[in-house]
């Protein structure tokens, strides 16, 4: 059935070339519109990205460089504390280990005057046996104080050295000894991890004494009161013989 009126063919519609035509041309003379490129946002956000980055790593390495020095800080008061402590504690135990070689050597002493007395033999190998206790006592005190740092200070016949020693006399220099050197040593002195915690009180040996002279008119008067004429004459002005003369009445 069709719905055109009866008697009137229908006719196929046909596309105008000239439209078409014109329409495409007017479509090729406009410009094309740029729209923004999605490359250029990223490379943005790149560029934003590596800057937060840049500061985040600043950051990290500040905190690490915070936190090392922290660390160190904490690490050493800890070792300033120990070595306080360390010092208070041996510096209270010094009079116990002086009196511990106080006692050694009395015993030692005591030890050699009574093995010269056969007398006294029961006596004497009493005295060695506490001699023997006395230094094992000491030296176990001083291996315990040495684990710790303790370190006593060489000054015996060593060169005085202002910084480990304390001068309290000065004496001639003796046989073998020279200028400037500990004669005696009075106390101990101690180091503590290499740091003075009592010097060594000493006694230093100075210039050696120079010998006396003779002077010369002393010799000569003495040549001429003994061997220069007779002795009597020589005690008695008035004798005859004598050079001087008698005083006047």
């Known amino acids: 059935m069709n719905d055109s009126p009866q008697g009137e063919p229908t006719e196929p519609l046909v596309e105008d070339p000239g439209a078409n035509g014109a329409a495409d041309g007017d479509s090729a003379g406009l410009p094309e519109t740029e729209e923004p490129s999605g490359v250029e946002e990223l490379q943005d956000r790149i560029a934003v990205l ?13 905190a690490q460089a915070d936190l090392a020095n922290v660390r160190r800080r904490a690490r050493n008061e800890r070792a300033e504390f120990r070595s306080r402590a360390t010092e208070e504690v041996c510096s209270a135990l010094l009079p116990v280990l002086d009196d511990l070689h106080r006692a050694a050597l009395e015993v030692d002493r005591t030890t050699e005057r009574w093995d010269g007395d056969g007398g006294h033999e029961a006596a004497g190998n009493v005295v060695r046996g ?110 005859p013989g004598s050079a001087a003369e008698p005083l006047p009445a």
Do not use: C, M, W
Request: hydrophobic residues 35%; glycine residues 10%.
């Open 50 to 62: 590596s800057h937060e980055l840049t500061d985040a790593k600043d950051l990290a390495r500040r």
């Open 130 to 239: 506490l001699s023997e206790g006395i230094h094992l006592v000491l030296r176990r005190f001083q291996d315990t104080l040495k684990r710790q740092g303790l370190l006593e200070i060489e000054a015996d016949g060593a060169a005085f050295d202002p910084r480990v020693h304390e001068a309290v006399q000065e004496i001639p220099a003796g046989p073998g000894q020279r200028e400037g050197e500990v004669a005696e040593v009075l106390r101990r002195g101690y180091l503590l991890d290499g740091r003075v915690i009592r010097p060594a009180t000493v006694i230093v040996a100075g210039a050696p004494p120079e010998p006396a002279e003779v002077p010369e008119d002393s010799e000569e008067d003495g040549k001429d009161a003994n061997g220069g004429g007779d002795d009597e004459s020589a005690r008695d002005p008035a004798a």
